[in-house]
């Protein structure tokens, strides 16, 4: 486009043209400057567009690191306790109690109340 604007004022600044072909060619370069910051405006829409986008993407992907990783803090006591426990050494007392399971889950589901709490009390 510049080139082409470039040949229309050259063109257009001989003086051997008759009053109406230079009439034209002014005409035709001011329609070619016009049609030159329309694209520079859309350009810079385009890119405004673009970085808006990218904010939107990261914003949503913030948002669901931040559930992972919630959801993570409070699985993560409880897949302890399993790897430990779930090795099943006999030197493991609490493998052999009557109630043994039953304070596994105690245990994890304290783990998840702490947590809980704990991500409540520091959100706010």
Not at 54 to 71: K, P, W
Not at 86 to 95: I, N, V
């Amino acid at each position: 486009m510049r080139r082409l604007l470039i040949a229309v004022s050259r063109h257009g600044q001989k003086n051997d043209m008759d009053g109406d072909v230079e009439a034209l060619f002014t005409d035709l370069e001011d329609r070619i400057e016009t049609v030159l910051y329309q694209l520079r405006q859309l350009t810079k829409t385009t890119e405004r567009l673009d970085d808006e986008l990218r904010q939107a993407v990261d914003l949503d992907t913030n948002r669901v690191l931040n559930t992972l990783t919630i959801l993570s803090a409070f699985l993560i006591p409880g897949e302890f306790f399993s790897g430990v426990y779930g090795m099943g050494f006999d030197a493991m007392p609490e493998l052999h109690w009557t109630y043994g399971y039953l304070l596994f889950w105690i245990l994890v589901v304290t783990c998840w109340i702490i947590f809980g709490a704990a991500y409540f009390r520091w959100r706010v």
